[in-house]
Nanobody
Framework: VQLQASGGGLVQAGDSLRLSCAASGRSFNNYAMGWFRQAPGKEREFVAA????????NYADFAKGRFTISRNNSENTVYLQLNSLKPDDTAVYYCAARAGSYAAAIIREPSNYNYWGQGTLVTVSS
């Protein structure tokens, strides 16, 4: 699976962005999808994940109520809607695909994902 993330940019605090991750290769709907982010000097952290069936989603505490993950299996694309952005949200955002079971503890760990996109930079100014 090849993943291509896009949609990042420079915005002001309070603005919104929608990130996209287009997948190609093996059957996209066999994979759970996740979004992670990495700020300068910090470790990569979990943002959100969605099961292949779209029936389950999970969010980091900082993302709840502001970010929304969704996917369109017919278009092989997963989205991350970012609302009410804050300067602390500044980071490179990565999408990732996981083959295998979907469980809250598993999908939060970067090491449990099989494929990664190249990342898209989100910069939020105050």
């Amino acid at each position: 699976v090849q993943l291509q993330a896009s949609g990042g940019g420079l915005v002001q605090a309070g603005d919104s962005l929608r990130l996209s991750c287009a997948a190609s290769g093996r059957s996209f709907n066999n994979y759970a999808m996740g979004w992670f982010r990495q700020a300068p000097g910090k470790e990569r952290e979990f943002v959100a994940a969605i099961s292949w069936s779209v029936t389950s989603t999970n969010y980091a505490d900082f993302a709840k109520g502001r970010f929304t993950i969704s996917r369109n299996n017919s278009e092989n694309t997963v989205y991350l809607q970012l609302n009410s952005l804050k300067p602390d949200d500044t980071a490179v955002y990565y999408c990732a695909a996981r083959a295998g079971s979907y469980a809250a503890a598993i999908i939060r760990e970067p090491s449990n994902y099989n494929y990664w996109g190249q990342g898209t930079l989100v910069t939020v100014s105050s």
